[in-house]
């Protein structure tokens, strides 16, 4: 006497549909790191505290297009300048 579970697994289509969910997760936990990055957040804290790297990030999210050559302290500057002022 066949189970359910043998009745579900003779439909092709389920086993398929199955087959292919299984594939795609493992796909997605193998390259999702590395195909599909995670946007980058805000950086926290003090701007004066930041990275060249961070700074030129937090102005290019903003539109404000940093520019190779800009110093450490120009680009502070520009972050000091556009920085909102918080609620109090």
Known sequence: MPT???KALRSRNAFLAFA??????????????????QDQADPK??????????MRRWLALR?????????RE????RIQANLRIPRE
Do not use: K, M, Y
Request: glycine fraction near 12%; avoid cysteine; aromatic fraction near 6%.
């Open 4 to 6: 359910p579970l043998d």
């Open 20 to 37: 292919g969910i299984v594939t795609g997760v493992a796909a997605w936990s193998i390259l999702g790191g590395e195909v599909f990055p």
């Open 45 to 54: 804290g003090n701007p004066e505290e930041w990275t060249r790297e961070e």
């Open 63 to 71: 539109n404000l297009h940093p520019q190779d050559s800009d110093t």
């Open 74 to 77: 120009q680009l502070l500057e």
